[in-house]
């Protein structure tokens, strides 16, 4: 029992070096998440897990729409063993820096915020799992490169424990 708890803290505190938004005060150049998704935007990513398999393959193809405030953007997300998935996204500003987020398989609200050229978000997804539903709560991550390449980590989590993480690279025509 001891040598559970032992792991469980280790893994625990491994996950514990999270960046600082701070950080990226100085960056450039700017993301402005409205900004940069605006229109059409790809991605490709995969998924990784605590153990260093990756999981999942994916690609995503996104759009962004401008309505009013509201700030909708629109994911078809195809995965390597042919499975599709749909994720609409209305995003509003909240101040300066500041986004609340929400879509279907969102728990609650995603609140986003932004520094230099990094967004950070934190939310709970309701991810599909067997046959029922696990909540997952995700430290995501956005850095733009250049005007052109965003690059997305996300770490998983379930009861403090990392999952795994989702990386992701962006592409703007």
């Known amino acids: ?23 990226f005060s100085d960056n450039k150049p700017v993301l402005k998440i409205e900004e940069y998704f605006l229109g059409k935007t790809s991605a490709s990513g995969l998924f990784i897990d605590r153990f260093g398999n990756v999981k999942r393959q994916f690609t995503v193809d996104m759009e ?3 309505d009013g405030d509201l700030f909708v953007l629109n994911e078809t997300f195809l995965y390597d063993n042919g499975e599709e998935e749909f994720r609409r996204w209305e995003i ?3 101040g300066e820096k500041t986004y609340q987020g929400s879509s279907s398989d969102i728990k609650g609200i995603a609140l986003g915020e932004r520094s230099g050229n990094a967004v950070n978000w934190h939310y709970t ?3 599909k799992y067997k046959d029922g539903i696990m909540l ?7 850095i733009m490169q250049d005007e052109k390449n ?7 989590k379930k009861f403090g424990v990392r999952l795994g993480d989702v990386y992701l690279f962006f592409k703007k025509d």
């Open 1 to 23: 029992m001891k040598r559970i708890i032992f792991i469980l803290t280790s893994m625990t505190l491994i996950g514990c070096g999270n960046m600082k938004l701070d950080n």
């Open 64 to 66: 962004g729409i401008q």
């Open 92 to 94: 509003t500003k909240t």
């Open 125 to 127: 997804l309701k991810l």
């Open 136 to 142: 997952v709560k995700f430290d995501d991550w956005l």
């Open 150 to 156: 965003v690059f997305n980590k996300a770490t998983m």
